[in-house]
């Protein structure tokens, strides 16, 4: 495999980009089920994960970002080996379903963690934090505490964060199921937006998510996990049509359709 | 019958059983002030300069154990909630044992390691410093310590616990700095379990009784029950004991009330932990200094359980075993033991059925809710009124009627019994709760009433939990000296006493061999409470 030889150096073949997340034999085991991942996601691509509960959509996202460690495989950002290396040193930024921020901290110090661990911020990074706030739309949001301000203001600040943070990879795992339909697709366009980047490719995202017309919208390619294992993969259009693979179709109610 | 004939013979029961605890509770008290000529002089007392210096050293004793254990609890449940090895789970299990173990032979295990003979003080010989003397308020310090610090890391490594994954994930994936996860993630998550837990503790250091009797030294180191109980065993000052009662009663009257205006229930959120995965970025320092302050830690509280066991195997256990004085000793503690505990379940069990029986009320109104809280908050009384200031009640208002030490016996076993029943009703009542949300309608559809009722849906779900709470009040008796005192005699010696005798006349081997004893007794009693517990918890819903 000449890619993954390339990936190796850490580099590229020639103008083909290391892909911007690599799953190699991923193995592992989660009560009794054992999941077994094998992927690669493009670079600038978006990614989506369907599939039932318990299919391990968010289990991929947690051994990508380093919070599982897999029994066996090795897992590539970037070209680069990260299976060994420490949530805090892979170069991506998860945002969660819900607890994205520190409740006592207000809006201005969540977002400025992304940059300033201690939270001792320079003149620069103050104008970058704020920024970012006025990115997402929440000027004048600074001194709001997380309990002031409503389900969708709060992941707009944990969106301003990710994308000061300025890594390469997003990982999504379902931050935006709990809003509603019109609030979910004006993220996502938010989203969309700020993950273009001045210097060329956009960052890559991986967004596990329940609703299929997200995936439709938005996403490149759809990921179709069951089991533990990625039953079937392909571009998005392709994929939630129902012509794809039966257990798709079965998993989107489309069954009928396609007798 | 009809369900609200039943429901009103079961409150009515319950109110009955309640008050006779209360009634016991404070009944000595009503009877004594009820016949003395004149009321306690109160701006008296207070202008005695010794009763001033034991109200100060009482509370000066428990604020600084309270500091204490609450300042070393908390970079210990830190360090373990961070640090991750194989044993975390075995030590949280370790930080359960001070709490079942007889507050007298924890006493006697601090001497044994920090006394003037002791491990600690060997250890200083021999690098030409002088001995320890744990005599006086150090060695009661170093014993509040040993039994509330462990309690107080294990309400806040339950609080760690509560803090969310995505939290952990957050810290973990912005590279927090030790420092900063401190401040951002485990000090939030502690801040609000302090009030409880500290509260908590000053309550138990306020009412301690043995361990300042055992370790107290002089006039100087001694609190409010322990001058009670000098001034009715040796003294013989009745007018002193009760002016000294009726301070100790007001004090710890205003620390519960203090306790409910910080409003938490801390002893609601204990949990075995070690379930919380973390992601700190690595640190070789603070890896270090985590497996120090771990290890110290728990050597501290393991220490006093080591002494117990190599002291205690060291004496001369058969011919202690086979001892006349022993045996009668271990038969009269089994049977104050067995009778405090049913006695207690008894009166719990018709309190909680009648608490249960409030709230199903189909259209609950003021009365039935002030009625339940008042049912409720009479079970945790006891807390306020401990052993030693029941007893002394109790017996000054007999000692005008009969001998006091024949009613003895039944004094203690009232004491006891009521001394258990918080943690019984703690213990029943959330299966009960839950049994009578499950199926209560249906009973009531059904028109189960009565014994009925009791028998197919009450006493199903609370058997097993009774039979804890039995197995813990009876542990809690066995193990209890602050009753006893008052009342132990040559006719009616339980183990505790004679292990305060043994102590008294320095026969040191004997007092090890009881120690061992008695401390294994009451641990496996407790074991099978925590077992049993901890089974129910695991069980799925």
């Not at chain 1, 609030?183 to 995202?205: I, N, T």
């Not at chain 2, 079961?10 to 605890?21: M, N, Q, S």
């Not at chain 2, 001892?323 to 009668?328: H, K, L, P, Y």
Request: net charge positive; hydrophobic share 55%.
């Amino acid at each position: 495999m000449s890619q993954t030889a390339a990936n190796l150096d850490g580099g590229t073949v020639g103008e083909e980009p290391a892909p911007a997340l690599r799953l190699e034999g991923v193995r592992f085991a989660h009560g009794a089920a054992e999941m077994r991942f094998d992927l690669a996601v493009e670079a600038g691509e978006w990614l989506a994960l369907i599939g039932p509960s318990g299919a391990g959509k968010s289990t991929l996202l947690d051994l990508a970002a380093g919070f599982l460690t897999p029994a066996s495989g090795r897992i590539l950002i970037a070209g680069r080996d990260v299976t060994d290396i420490a949530p805090a040193e892979r170069p991506l930024s998860m945002l969660f379903q819900e607890n994205n921020l520190f409740p006592h901290l207000d809006a201005f110090r969540n977002v400025a963690l992304g940059i300033a661990p201690r939270l001792r911020v320079s003149k620069d990074e103050r104008a970058a934090v704020e920024g970012a706030l006025s990115a997402v739309g929440l000027d004048g949001y600074g001194k709001r505490l997380p309990a002031e301000m409503s389900g969708g203001e709060r992941q707009r600040v944990a969106l301003a964060r990710a994308f000061l943070r300025e890594r390469p990879l997003i990982l999504l795992d379902e931050p935006f199921a709990a809003l509603g339909p019109a609030l979910r697709a004006e993220m996502q366009a938010l989203l969309a937006r700020l993950r273009q980047r001045g210097d060329g490719r956009p960052a890559s995202v991986v967004m596990v998510t329940h609703h299929p017309e997200d995936a439709a919208e938005m996403a490149d390619r759809v990921a179709y996990l069951e089991d533990g294992e990625i039953a079937a993969l392909g571009p998005a259009a392709t994929m939630l049509s129902g012509t794809a693979d039966p257990r798709v179709s079965r998993y989107l109610g489309l069954a009928r359709k396609n007798v | 019958m009809n369900t609200r004939t039943d429901r009103r013979i079961r409150v009515a029961t319950g109110i009955a059983a309640a008050l006779l605890a209360l009634g016991f509770l404070l009944g000595g008290f009503v009877v004594l002030l009820a016949v003395s000529p004149q009321a306690p002089d109160f701006a008296a007392l207070f202008s005695d300069a010794y009763i001033r210096a034991i109200v100060g050293f009482t509370l000066l004793q428990a604020g600084l154990s309270t500091l204490l254990s609450v300042l070393l609890a908390i970079p210990f449940a830190v360090a373990l909630h961070r640090a991750r090895f194989p044993g975390k789970r075995l030590i949280l299990r370790l930080f359960l044992l001070p709490q079942a173990l007889p507050v007298l032979v924890g006493a006697l295990a601090v001497i044994t390691i920090w006394g003037q003979s002791g491990v600690v003080s060997q250890g200083l010989t021999a690098l030409g410093l002088p001995r320890l003397d744990v005599y006086g308020l150090s060695g009661i310090l170093i014993a509040h310590v040993f039994f509330n610090m462990p309690l107080a890391a294990r309400l806040f490594v339950a609080a760690l616990d509560r803090v969310p994954t995505e939290s952990w994930k957050l810290a973990g994936q912005l590279a927090l700095p030790p420092l900063g996860v401190f401040r951002l993630v485990e000090w939030p998550a502690l801040r609000p379990a302090l009030p409880g837990a500290a509260a908590l503790i000053f309550m138990l250091c306020v009412t301690s009784f043995t361990i300042v009797l055992v370790l107290g030294g002089g006039p100087a180191a001694t609190t409010l029950e322990v001058a009670v109980y000098q001034a009715l065993r040796f003294d013989f000052d009745p007018s002193r004991a009760i002016g000294l009662s009726l301070i100790q009663i007001v004090l710890t009257a205003l620390v519960l009330i203090a306790t409910l205006i910080l409003g938490r229930d801390p002893a609601g959120g204990f949990g075995l932990g070690a379930k919380a995965r973390r992601f700190d970025a690595a640190s070789r320092v603070r890896d270090m200094s985590d497996a120090l302050i771990v290890t110290l830690g728990t050597l501290f509280v393991a220490s006093p359980f080591a002494a117990v066991v190599v002291s205690g195997l060291a004496a001369d256990l058969p011919r202690l075993l086979t001892e006349t004085a022993v045996i009668d000793a271990a038969l009269t503690s089994l049977a104050v033991a067995l009778a405090a505990a049913s006695l207690s379940v008894v009166v719990s069990t018709l309190v909680l059925l009648a608490i249960e029986a409030l709230a199903q009320g189909r259209r609950p109104g003021r009365l039935s809710r002030v009625t339940r809280r008042s049912l409720e908050t009479a079970t945790s009384l006891v807390l306020v009124v401990s052993p030693v200031i029941v007893g002394a009640g109790w017996f000054l208002a007999l000692r005008q009627v009969t001998d006091v030490l024949a009613a003895g016996p039944y004094v203690v076993v009232a004491t006891n019994a009521v001394m258990a029943m918080p943690f019984i009703v703690r213990i029943v009542a959330p299966a009960l709760r839950q049994a009578n949300a499950e199926t209560g309608r249906l009973a009531e559809s059904l028109g189960l009433t009565g014994l009925a009722r009791l028998a197919l849906l009450d006493l199903p779900a609370m058997r097993r939990p009774l039979a804890l709470a039995f197995a813990f009040a009876a542990a809690l008796s066995f193990g209890d000296l602050g009753a006893i005192a008052l009342y132990g005699s040559n006719d009616f010696v339980t183990l505790p006493y004679l292990l305060l005798q043994r102590m008294g006349s320095y026969r040191t081997a004997d007092a090890a061999g009881l120690a061992l004893l008695l401390g294994l007794i009451a641990i496996a009693l407790m074991a099978v409470v925590e077992g049993g517990l901890a089974g129910r918890r695991r069980r799925p819903t």
